[in-house]
């Protein structure tokens, strides 16, 4: 009995190591994708600046031959101020994010963030299953739920053994000695051999062992209510996932169509104020539109595709997925 709780106990300790590898994954992933937003973040920050540089320049030269006034120029400075600090707080940021990674994977020195590109018709193509097929395959992906069978077991056995010290004991125990002098005697006996069995019965004692078969009683229902506690709380933690996942692909299309929409919207305003068409609030407000959908952008791809992670690790199979990975690598 105790030797099979002691198996148990073994593959629980594994399945919860496993359960900590697959958080540790993706809390790496996590800080992976912040880094990817700061890369981002520096360039959209990097372009605003060039162009509010070259709105500034285009309304000096409207200052010049007396076509708007010094306000202009004012406000241009004030937003080209503004966009550098942005750049300033991003390339802070980003640094910041890399040190995070740095820490979070355990890396010393310098490295260099690649990232693969994903094209957006394929992005927009995955089609993640059903989500009671999902949470079906999670019954038996999830190293979580086989770590609290496993412990239900364990509490299963320990109120056997609990109980089986009611018992009576038998204990069978056996003696052989030999003994040989020089020089010899006719009274000293050479060899000899015994055996006993004994057969204990518990008559009294305290009532310590229903204590205990109580205590073992106790602790198996608590692991049932646990285990069943779990299985509720993964399978919200897999509708929560599935449904981010699909957010965030809805609306991947859209921030993308918009981000076109305020490029063109931008360099036409832009057009329209270098020959006197436009005014000044016109071009903010389009450079604004524009910054503003750019960063969503990026938002909504790297959070698509970090929840695409999350849904992984949900159902139970980041690990065996990046298991897989890195086997087709070295292979």
């Not at 300790?13 to 809390?27: C, D, I, M, P, T």
């Amino acid at each position: 009995m105790n030797f099979s709780i002691s198996e148990n106990d073994i593959e629980l300790k594994r399945s919860n190591f496993l359960a900590a590898k697959e958080s540790y994954l993706l809390n790496v992933a996590s800080a992976y994708y912040d880094v990817l937003k700061g890369v981002k973040s520096v360039e959209i920050a990097k372009a605003n600046v060039e162009r509010l540089t070259k709105y500034r320049d285009a309304a000096n030269a409207r200052l010049k031959a007396g076509e708007v006034t010094r306000t202009v120029i004012l406000r241009a400075e004030a937003e080209l101020s503004g966009a550098q600090a942005d750049l300033v707080r991003s390339e802070n940021l980003l640094k910041f994010s890399t040190a995070v990674l740095a820490r979070v994977a355990g890396i010393s020195g310098e490295f260099e963030i690649r990232e693969k590109e994903a094209s957006e018709s394929r992005m927009n193509s995955e089609e993640p299953e059903s989500l009671e097929s999902l949470k079906q395959r999670t019954l038996a992906d999830r190293v979580e739920l086989k770590a609290g069978d496993m412990q239900k077991r364990i509490a299963s056995a320990q109120v056997r053994h609990a109980k089986g010290s009611f018992l009576p004991t038998v204990s069978l125990a056996g003696v052989y000695t030999k003994m040989d002098e020089d020089p010899s005697s006719s009274f000293v006996n050479k060899e000899s051999a015994y055996g006993t069995l004994s057969i204990n019965f518990p008559i009294f004692e305290g009532g310590l062992r229903r204590a205990e078969v109580r205590e073992a009683e106790a602790r198996q229902r608590q692991a049932e209510l646990q285990f069943e506690d779990l299985k509720k709380s993964i399978d919200i933690e897999v509708e929560s996932a599935y449904l981010d996942l699909r957010t965030q692909a809805e609306t991947l299309k859209s921030l993308a169509d918009q981000v076109k929409f305020a490029t063109d919207n931008y360099n036409a305003v832009s057009k329209q104020f270098e020959y006197g068409l436009a005014n000044s609030i016109d071009v903010m407000d389009a450079n604004t539109l524009l910054v503003t959908s750019e960063r969503q952008l990026a938002e909504a791809k790297y959070n698509y595709q970090l929840a695409g992670l999350k849904l992984k690790r949900a159902t139970g199979t980041l690990l065996a997925t990046v298991n897989t990975k890195q086997q087709a690598v070295h292979e």
